[in-house]
């Protein structure tokens, strides 16, 4: 089953606005909180990742809200920019594991 | 140029038979991990390999394969195609054996079985 669920499936944006993408997980174990963007032909790459031990990061327009007793996790995206059309997908992970848990992804779209 | 490769960029097969995808890692780093993207299904880990020897499995089905060779290249077989593994193959590279160091996408490989 689905160990990360994400939502929603597609966003569309105006440009200046605030995009927002929730993840939510069950397992508890998880420890690391990544959100991967995905350009068309690209693979994904990290944008942002946060810890369970702090509630929100912030880097530039893209800020993390993290909410550990409801287990959920938003990426927030300010002054969306047409640059920013992608798919966002949000992972998560334990510490000394292998692997990501992937949500589905949330293509996003900007219009200028 | 994240400094994974993978090739080839775009495979079309027909049902039944068997291909090979490559990954080259970005230098020095010494694991790859696969991955499938399935439109429905997201990203699925299939497989961890770390200077040379299996470390993980995920979802890898018994008809898919996979090696690290000694100059740390990765190596996906995949054999009696389905076409419901048609799906974009991605590799990932990382220095270290777990997830802690970070991991770096290749490009992918779309592999379209008809």
């Known amino acids: 089953q689905q160990q990360v669920k994400q939502s929603p499936q597609s966003l569309i944006v105006q440009k200046g606005g605030i995009s927002i993408i929730n993840c939510a997980y069950e397992n508890t174990a998880f420890d690391y909180f990544p959100w991967y963007q995905q350009f068309p032909g690209k693979g994904p790459a990290l944008l942002i990742a946060i810890r369970p031990d702090v509630s929100e990061k912030k880097e530039g327009r893209f800020t993390i809200s993290f909410n550990k007793s409801a287990k959920q996790f938003s990426l927030h995206i300010m002054d969306s920019q047409p640059g920013d059309s992608a798919t966002y997908f949000c992972a998560a992970s334990i510490g000394t594991g292998n692997q990501f848990y992937f949500g589905t992804g949330t293509s996003l779209t900007v219009i200028p | 140029d994240s400094g994974v490769t993978q090739t080839p960029k775009h495979l079309i097969t027909a049902t039944g038979q068997r291909v090979t995808l490559r990954c080259s890692p970005r230098s020095g780093d010494l694991s790859v991990y696969w991955y499938q993207q399935s439109l429905d299904q997201g990203l699925q880990f299939l497989i961890q390999y770390y200077n040379g020897e299996e470390r993980a499995k995920g979802n890898i089905l018994e008809r898919f394969s996979a090696q690290q060779f000694p100059d740390l290249h990765s190596e996906l077989n995949l054999s009696s195609l389905e076409l419901g593994d048609s799906a974009l193959y991605f590799c990932?590279?990382?220095?270290?054996?777990?997830?802690?160091?970070?991991?770096?996408f290749g490009s992918g490989t779309r592999l379209t079985v008809v």
């Open positions: 990932a590279s990382s220095v270290g054996q777990s997830v802690n160091y970070g991991y770096t």
